[in-house]
């Protein structure tokens, strides 16, 4: 009777936690478009690291802000402290239940430090993966930056580091999460509408 009223208690907080996406794939693969398409048909709360962190380098006053423009114009990745912190203090201020986290994990420290800080304070629903090959994504990036993205990265010499960085660190976890049977595999290499058309095959399988 006791052990049945404690699964029970357990499966009531595991519901109660806020329910995460990963939302990984090379620069340029358009998983910003996506996330906001989702968030608006879905309801998903969409954090992207990336934004989170140049919001925190512009913020004034900030300890970290020199740092994260360091870190994000040499395509390297930021502290996974920084990170976690600036993704839980979104969710918390949120006060919303399901979260697209576009851009995270990005390599094995991002990984460690998500499941030793936020793996309990959170439900992982799986990992979305837009597929997209180098040359798409690089032309992608550079027509971005043409047309005044603002973004310090978007230019030859950032992108090759950021498909390193990718290549390198980003693909490894994705194999991780595959081995677990969590990754959802999306082409993006077709237009924003027919990727989002898979998109939605993938969400409407959620209660």
């Not at 870190?71 to 399901?98: D, F, M, W, Y």
Request: charged share 30%; glycine share 8%; with cysteine.
């Amino acid at each position: 009777m006791w052990d049945r009223c404690i699964r029970r208690f357990s499966d009531y907080i595991i519901k109660m936690l806020p329910e995460v996406v990963f939302v990984l794939g090379a620069p340029g693969a358009g998983k910003g478009t996506q996330c906001s398409l989702i968030s608006k048909e879905f309801g998903f709360v969409h954090l992207s690291a990336g934004d989170l962190l140049r919001e925190e380098r512009q913020r004034p006053g900030s300890e970290y802000g020199e740092m994260i423009e360091e870190k994000i114009r040499n395509g390297e990745i930021v502290p996974v402290e920084v990170t976690c912190s600036l993704i839980h203090n979104a969710i918390q201020k949120s006060g919303k239940t399901r979260f697209l986290i576009d851009g995270f994990p990005r390599n094995k420290n991002n990984l460690e430090g998500w499941e030793r800080v936020m793996a309990d304070k959170t439900k992982l629903l799986f990992v979305l993966f837009f597929e997209c090959s180098r040359d798409i994504c690089t032309e992608r990036c550079l027509n971005r930056g043409a047309a005044g993205s603002g973004r310090s990265d978007d230019n030859l010499e950032s992108l090759k580091k950021r498909f390193n960085t990718y290549l390198n660190d980003t693909m490894p976890i994705i194999n991780h999460y595959d081995e677990q049977g969590l990754v959802r595999r999306v082409n993006a290499e077709v237009s924003p509408e027919e990727v989002f058309n898979d998109v939605k095959k993938i969400f409407k399988g959620l209660d």
